[in-house]
C-alpha cells in the first residue's frame, strides 16, 4: 500500500451491464418505431430550418444590405455566429482526440456524441462564411480552381486560411467519427429485422465483422486520427482568431488571440455537450452510461477554461495598458464603459463569474445547475463574440466615423434559423445512428479485460484495494 | 446445354473454415495463442470490440497503416507548397502590399491544412484499404450465429485455405479449448 491515500476511478458505465445489455440499450433507440416525440421536435426543427431557408433566400435576392451592418462595422452577426458555432465544435474533437491522446476512458460514453454535435456545429459555422459574400454565385473563388479572370487566391490571407482550415476541420471531423461508427453500424446491421434496415446499415458497415486483424489497422488508424486531429482543432481556431489578429484594428491586433480563443471554443463547446447530453441521457435512458460523473468532470473542464477565458480577459485590460498604445487602451476602456458596456459585462458575468461556481461539488453534481450554467456559458461566449466583432470596429481610430451597431429582424432569423439546421441533423442522428460508441465502451467495461478472467475461466470484477484514510488511522 | 451442368459444380458449397465459439475474452485469447502454437497461419478471430494482447496472442506483424499515413503526408505537404509556389510565383504573380511572392511565412497555415488532411485520407483510406474493406459479402455471414460477434460473442474460425487444415483436427482443438459451438461455413 502506498503512503498516499487512494482514490478509485468511479466505474465508467453504472448498473450492471454485460455486453449483450449495452447493445441493447443503445440500438433498440434505432430499430424501435419512431416514437411521437420525435416526429414533434422533428416538426419544431424543420419549422427554424424553413426560417433559415427564406432568410438566405431573402439575402441572396437582396443582397447584405438587408442586414444590420453600417459604414465603420463592417462584420456583424454573420461573423459573429461563425466564431460561435466553430467554437462549439471543437468540444466534440477535443472529447474524441486529445482525451483519446489522454487515456481518459471516460469520453467513450459522449465520444460519439460530441463528434456528431462538432459535425452539426461546423454545417451550421459555415453557412456564415458562404453566404456573407454577397455573391454567393462566384463563392468558387475562394478556392483555388481556374476562373475567367486567371487570377488564384491571395494565400496571404487569413480569410483564405480559414477556407481551408474550416473544409479540413469538416472533412476529418466526419471520417474521424465515421471510422468510429463503421463497428456500430454492423452491430445495428446484425441486430436488424426489416429488409430496409439490413441493406442500409450493410451498406455503411462496408462488411465489418470485428476480425482482430481488422480491429488492429482499425486502432492504429483511431490512434492516428487523434494524433492528427489534436493540432487540427488548435489551429482551426487559431486560424479563426487570426481573421481578426492578423489585421491592425485595435482590440484585434493582439497576440493572446489564438490560445485564448481555443480556451473559448473548448469552453463553450463542453457547455454545448452537456446542455445535449442531459436532455438526451433523460429522453433515452442512457443514465448508465452518460453517469453524474461524466457531467461532473465536464464541469471541471468548464470552470477551468473559463477561467482561462477571464484571466485573458484580463490580461487584454493589461496588455493594452502596458503598451502605451493610446487608441488600443481607449478601445479596452470603450468596451467596459462605452455603448457596448451592457454586452461586455453580461460576457464577464456569464462567462467569468457564473462558472466558478463548480469549485462546489454540490454544484458540479447538481443536474438542473449544471444544464443551466451550460446555457448561461453558451449565451456568454457569444456576447464574447459580439464584443470583440463589434467594439473594435464601431469605435475605430476617427472618432467622426464611429457610429452603433445594432441588427435587423434577417440577422436575428439567420442565427435562429441555424438552430433549425443543427436541431434537424442532431435528431435525425438521434434516430438512426447509435448515439453511444458502442465498441468503446464495451472495451473499457471491466469485463472486456481478458485479466478479470484469470482464475477458472470465470469473470470476477477486479478488486480495488481501498487503504483507510490516514485521517481514520489517527484517532 | 453445358450452362446447367456449369451451374450445378458452382451449387456445390465450397467449405471455407470451421468457426468456433467462445465464452469471454480470455477464451478466445487463449485459443488464439494456441491455434498459432498448432501451427495454423490463416485464421482470424472475431469480437465485438478490440481485445487487449490479442495483437501478441495472434502473432500480428505491426501494422504497415504509418507509412501509408506518412507517406500521404509528405504528398499532402509538398503538393500545397508546389500549389501555392504555381500559382503565386509562376502562373500569376501578385504585388499585395509588397509582400514577397514566395511569402513563406504566410504559407506555413495552408501547408499544414493540407497536410493534416491528406493524411487522414492515408489513415481512413489507408486502413479500409489494408483491411481489404468493402467487403459486403463475407461467407461468414452465412452463419447465423455470427451476427452475435458485433453484439457479445467471441469467435475463432481457422480457413481452410491453411495448409496444416483438416476439419476433425481443428474440430478436436476448439473442442478442446472449451468452445461452447464448433460449425463448419461453407461459401
Same mark, same amino acid.
Given at each position: ?8 476511478? $468511479? ?29 414533434? !421536435? ?12 427564406? !432568410? ?43 482525451? +483519446?491522446?489522454?487515456? %481518459? ?14 459535425? @452539426? ?6 453557412? +456564415? ?16 480552381? $481556374? ?10 490571407? $487569413? ?14 471531423? @466526419?471520417? +474521424? ?26 451498406? @455503411? ?65 463542453? !457547455? ?14 442512457? &443514465? ?8 461532473? &468532470? ?56 457564473? $462558472? %466558478? ?99 477458472? %475461466? ?16 489517527? &484517532? | ?13 465450397? *467449405? ?11 477464451? *478466445? ?12 497461419? /490463416? ?27 506518412? *507517406? ?62 468493402? /467487403? ?11 451476427? /452475435? ?14 495448409? *496444416? ?23
Amino acid at each position: 500500500m502506498s503512503k498516499y491515500d487512494y482514490v478509485p476511478e $468511479p466505474a465508467l458505465v453504472k448498473g450492471n451491464h454485460d455486453f449483450a445489455s449495452l447493445t441493447r440499450l443503445v440500438t433498440d433507440i434505432n430499430l424501435r418505431p419512431t416514437p411521437k416525440g420525435w416526429y414533434l !421536435a422533428m416538426i419544431g426543427a424543420n419549422s427554424l430550418l424553413a426560417i433559415l431557408g427564406i !432568410a438566405v433566400g431573402y439575402l441572396i435576392w437582396e443582397g447584405t444590405g438587408i442586414w444590420g451592418l453600417n459604414n465603420p462595422v463592417g462584420w456583424g452577426w454573420a461573423i459573429i455566429n461563425f466564431v460561435w458555432w466553430v467554437g462549439i465544435g471543437h468540444a466534440g474533437t477535443l472529447i474524441s482526440a486529445v482525451l +483519446f491522446l489522454f487515456r %481518459q476512458d471516460w469520453r467513450t460514453a459522449i465520444n460519439r456524441f460530441a463528434e456528431a454535435m462538432t459535425i @452539426f456545429a461546423v454545417m451550421c459555422a459555415g453557412v +456564415f462564411p458562404a453566404i456573407h459574400v454577397g455573391r454567393i454565385w462566384v463563392i468558387y473563388w475562394v478556392f483555388p480552381v $481556374p476562373n475567367q479572370m486567371a487570377m488564384w487566391p491571395n494565400f496571404n490571407s $487569413p480569410l483564405l486560411w480559414d477556407v481551408f482550415a474550416v473544409s479540413t476541420y469538416f472533412t476529418v471531423s @466526419f471520417l +474521424f467519427w465515421y471510422v468510429g461508427l463503421v463497428p456500430d453500424l454492423a452491430t445495428i446491421r446484425d441486430r436488424a429485422t426489416d429488409k430496409i434496415r439490413k441493406y442500409a446499415y450493410g451498406i @455503411f458497415s462496408l462488411g465489418w465483422t470485428g476480425s482482430n486483424r481488422h480491429w488492429w489497422n482499425y486502432e492504429k488508424a483511431y490512434m492516428i486520427l487523434a494524433g492528427l486531429a489534436t493540432p487540427l482543432v488548435l489551429s482551426v481556431h487559431t486560424i479563426v482568431s487570426f481573421d481578426f489578429a492578423v489585421s491592425l484594428i485595435p482590440g484585434w491586433h493582439t497576440t493572446i488571440f489564438p490560445p485564448y480563443f481555443v480556451a473559448g471554443a473548448i469552453f463553450s463547446g463542453f !457547455a454545448m455537450v452537456l446542455t445535449l447530453m442531459i436532455v438526451a441521457r433523460k429522453i433515452y435512458g442512457m &443514465k448508465d452510461i452518460m453517469t453524474d460523473d461524466h457531467m461532473e &468532470k465536464m464541469n471541471i473542464v468548464i470552470m477551468v477554461t473559463g477561467s482561462m477565458v477571464g484571466f485573458a480577459y484580463m490580461m487584454e485590460f493589461f496588455i493594452a495598458w502596458y503598451s502605451g498604445v493610446e487608441y488600443e487602451k481607449a478601445i479596452f476602456l470603450l468596451r467596459a464603459t462605452g455603448p457596448y458596456a451592457w454586452a461586455y459585462w453580461a460576457m464577464m458575468t456569464c462567462n467569468v463569474i457564473s $462558472p %466558478q461556481i463548480f469549485w462546489f461539488k454540490k454544484a458540479r453534481t447538481s443536474v438542473g445547475l449544471t444544464f443551466a450554467i451550460s446555457i448561461v456559458v453558451n449565451i456568454g461566449m457569444w456576447f464574447e463574440r459580439m464584443v470583440i466583432t463589434v467594439t473594435s470596429l464601431a469605435n475605430d481610430y476617427l472618432p467622426s466615423s464611429w457610429d452603433y451597431y445594432s441588427p435587423t429582424i434577417w440577422d436575428v432569423l439567420t442565427y435562429v434559423g441555424t438552430f433549425g439546421l443543427f436541431f434537424t441533423m442532431f435528431l435525425l442522428f438521434l434516430r438512426f445512428l447509435p448515439m453511444i460508441a458502442l465498441a468503446e465502451v464495451k472495451m473499457v467495461i471491466p469485463q472486456a479485460d481478458p485479466h478479470n478472467y484469470d482464475e477458472n %475461466q470465470d469473470y470476477q470484477a477486479p478488486k480495488v484495494e481501498i487503504p483507510t484514510p490516514k485521517v481514520a488511522e489517527a &484517532k | 446445354m453445358s450452362a446447367p451442368t456449369k451451374k450445378k459444380i458452382e451449387e456445390q458449397p465450397k *467449405l471455407h473454415g470451421v468457426l468456433g465459439e467462445f465464452r469471454n475474452p480470455k477464451a *478466445l485469447y487463449d485459443v488464439a495463442a494456441l491455434t498459432v502454437k498448432s501451427g495454423y497461419s /490463416k485464421f482470424d478471430t472475431y469480437s465485438p470490440f478490440p481485445i487487449h494482447g490479442m495483437d501478441k496472442a495472434m502473432n500480428l506483424k505491426k501494422s504497415k497503416l504509418g507509412w501509408i499515413v506518412i *507517406l500521404h503526408g509528405l504528398i499532402g505537404f509538398t503538393g500545397a507548397i508546389s500549389m501555392m509556389y504555381y500559382m503565386s510565383v509562376m502562373d500569376y504573380p501578385m504585388n499585395i502590399s509588397g509582400k514577397p511572392f514566395f511569402n513563406a511565412p504566410a504559407w506555413v497555415p495552408i501547408t499544414f491544412e493540407l497536410t493534416v488532411l491528406l493524411s487522414a485520407f492515408g489513415a481512413v483510406f489507408g486502413m479500409f484499404f489494408l483491411n481489404g474493406l468493402p /467487403k459486403l459479402n463475407n461467407p461468414l455471414f452465412n452463419v447465423d450465429r455470427f451476427k /452475435k460477434a458485433t453484439d457479445d460473442g467471441f469467435f475463432i474460425c481457422i480457413e481452410a485455405e491453411d495448409s *496444416l487444415f483438416e476439419t476433425e483436427k481443428v474440430k478436436e482443438l476448439f473442442k478442446e479449448a472449451g468452445a461452447t459451438h464448433i460449425e463448419e461455413v461453407y461459401d
